[in-house]
Structures are given as structure tokens and as C-alpha cells.
């Protein structure tokens, strides 16, 4: 099994691009448990404010100005809930 486009979008938002990036794969990213990658991002004048993502070796993190913190993969909706959430926070509107 190849990894499965699961979301994928690119739009404009508040100023800036969204761009939801996330595949079913068959194996998971070491060191998480799930069969998800995912790399999402909210960028404004060519600087991320917001992005969530798990890479190998590193897992799932989100990135929030510049603080980067872990954070657990539940399910695809609650990740994208999440990300929602603090995109508004950083002042992309809802």
C-alpha cells in the first residue's frame, strides 16, 4: 500500500495561505503510533505562524510563532479542529 491523500487544500485566508496537507500511510512515522502524515500551515507575508506536523524522529509538534511543543495525534477531525483553533488564536480569523 502506497500513502493515501487523505486532505489536501491550498487556499487563501486571512491574508495569508492555508495548506492542509495529510495521507493515510501504511507504516507509521517513527516514533508515532497512528497511520497519518501530516504537514499543515498557515503562512502570512511569507512567515509561518502557524504549523502542525510530524516528522520522523521528531513525532507530532505544532509550530505557534516561534514556540514549537509536542503535541498528541487523536483523530484527523480533532487535528484539524485543533489547527483551526490556534490559526484563530494567531489571529487568522475563524
Known amino acids: 500500500m502506497v500513502a493515501i491523500p487523505i486532505q489536501r487544500i491550498k487556499r487563501a485566508h ?9 495521507w493515510r500511510v501504511p507504516d507509521p512515522v517513527p516514533p508515532c503510533a497512528h ?7 498557515f503562512v502570512v507575508a511569507g512567515k509561518r ?9 521528531k513525532g507530532g509538534h505544532r509550530h ?6 509536542p503535541c ?3 483523530d484527523v477531525e ?3 479542529a485543533d489547527f483551526w483553533r490556534v490559526v484563530t488564536e494567531q489571529g487568522g480569523e475563524g
Open 78 to 80: 480533532t487535528l484539524l
Open 72 to 74: 498528541t495525534f487523536v
Open 64 to 69: 505557534a510563532g516561534d514556540r514549537e511543543t
Open 35 to 41: 497511520h497519518y502524515k501530516y504537514r499543515l500551515v
Open 49 to 57: 505562524l502557524v504549523g502542525f506536523d510530524n516528522e520522523r524522529g
Open 14 to 22: 486571512a491574508g495569508g495561505v492555508v495548506e492542509i496537507n495529510i
